[in-house]
């Protein structure tokens, strides 16, 4: 991979990580107090939304981290060793907890009661977007084991190739 290329996807991880920082500092709990203080009976699911959000966002930091890691390992040109395969599930890992995560909001949405400040279409709304982003999650999981899988297989037909020549 040209080094051009590793710098730029580096250059947008860390960007990537301390926005999210910010998003995790400052923006969830800014907004959490904004929505408490425009209808008071969101207060109960304040400290547990803001900790899930906060969760959700350093699951995609720490994901972002194996891809710097995986960089690394691209750029030492040691894809098909185990160090690769750490980092990917480390990837995985983070996107399966996230995605747990988003599931379990899923769920308190739909069956949980949840008040409203004037009808159910936010909570509605709000609902919808938690069933797509769990399935989407779900698929990005999937994906990503589906590609660790043919990480596998590459690597092993690298060994075979280096045992042949």
Known sequence: MDRFFIFALRSAAVLAILVGFFGQFVVIPGAAAEAVAFFPPYAPFATPYITLAILGVACVQVALA?????????????????????????????????TLLTAGVTVHLVVGEIPTPDDDMGLIGTAGAAIVLTGSGAAVAMLLVLMRGLLR???????EMAEVV
């Open 66 to 98: 194996g891809v710097w890691m995986l960089l690394a390992v691209f750029r030492r040109d040691a894809v098909f060793t185990p160090m690769a395969f750490l980092w990917v599930d480390v990837i995985i890992g983070a996107t399966l907890v996230a």
């Open 153 to 159: 297989k590459a690597m092993d037909l690298q060994t």
